[in-house]
């Protein structure tokens, strides 16, 4: 694991020590938590709408505790596999006694002989540098099925103009 991953992961470590296994942990830590489950709904509501009928394996990559993957596997019954991804070890660990199997560690590590219907990949490329980048993308695309849909959720640039609005502070990062 690089220098920058071992960094990020022990902010992923001590985030979750501080928060626990909440959507503020991982959503935006200095939304209230109104706005971070409006937040998760409209993530909820996307994903679902957007999964195919024919998908029963997803990969969920930067999963967390698995928010998504619980409302995800109550409300598509036909999917059968969900493997995560996430560098926080609680997290990880968590996700592997409720959900399915969890790689702990950065994705650019994961090496999967599995292709998936879905991979979801929600708040978790604005970590990546850019080196890191396309690489991460064509590896993910490789396991991905010829029927296969990547679904993204990111922040925008329009989302951060908003939080640099409301805080005041032009310098602010929601995380």
């Avoid at 992961?9 to 935006?28: C, H, I, P, S, Y």
Wanted: overall charge positive; proline content about 5%.
């Amino acid at each position: 694991m690089n220098e920058r991953n071992l960094y990020l992961k022990q902010e992923w470590d001590n985030r979750e020590k501080r928060l626990g296994k909440t959507k503020q942990a991982v959503l935006f830590k200095r939304f209230p938590s109104w706005l971070n489950e409006s937040l998760h709904r409209r993530h909820i509501d996307f994903i679902k709408s957007n999964i195919p009928n024919h998908a029963v394996s997803i990969l969920d990559v930067g999963c967390g505790y698995g928010r998504i993957a619980v409302e995800i596997k109550s409300r598509c019954p036909q999917i059968s596999l969900f493997q995560g991804i996430d560098l926080c070890t609680e997290f990880a660990t968590y996700y592997s006694s409720k959900i399915g199997p969890c790689f702990n560690g950065p994705v650019q590590d994961f090496e999967s002989e599995q292709d998936y219907d879905i991979i979801l990949i929600v708040t978790l490329l604005m970590y990546l540098d850019d080196t890191e980048f396309l690489p991460m993308i064509k590896k993910l695309w490789s396991i991905l099925n010829k029927s296969g849909l990547v679904i993204c959720i990111e922040p925008a640039i329009e989302f951060l103009n908003f939080w640099q609005k409301i805080t005041r502070n032009r310098n602010a990062q929601p995380t």
